[in-house]
């Protein structure tokens, strides 16, 4: 034999019909709290939401800002190996070097000293760099310079 089962309705709603006017009153109230609390959920999700998603471009945005400027800074060093290299060529292949300290760094400084010293080539330096201080500098090198 087949035996149904019968549910018998929440209590709540069980007791709706002999309720109270007072407590048909609660009733609705907890309603209208209950959909003024999801109404605000849902807002606060929305919100949520948006603020995730601006987010989300904003940290693409900044990849790709950090991207471009690795590269440029990529190709800036390799401009700058490309020109110490020239620079190591020119310093090589010259006869005297001229130093125009007030134009380099202080580390510059020591390393063209450094490599006159060790390679024997002629440096002067020049502390102003002024039309005038170049002038005396290349009249002390010919006065020096042994007649042919």
């Not at 948006?50 to 690795?70: D, F, V």
Request: with cysteine; aromatic share 4%.
């Amino acid at each position: 034999m087949c035996q149904h089962s019968f549910q018998t309705p929440s209590p709540i709603l069980s007791e709706r019909g002999s309720a109270s006017a007072l407590d048909q009153a609660r009733f609705d109230a907890l309603l209208n709290e209950n959909a003024v609390l999801a109404r605000h959920l849902a807002a606060s999700q929305d919100r949520h939401t948006q603020a995730q998603l601006s987010q989300c471009k904003h940290i693409e945005h900044l990849e790709g800002a950090l991207m471009r400027a690795r590269a440029e800074l990529l190709k800036k060093d390799t401009v700058i190996a490309q020109l110490q290299d020239q620079l190591q060529a020119s310093v090589t292949a010259a006869d005297l070097v001229i130093c125009q300290t007030g134009c380099v760094s202080h580390d510059a400084y020591w390393r063209v000293k450094d490599y006159c010293k060790r390679t024997g080539k002629r440096c002067i330096f020049v502390d102003t760099p002024s039309h005038s201080a170049m002038k005396k500098a290349l009249e002390t090198v010919t006065q020096d310079a042994p007649s042919s």
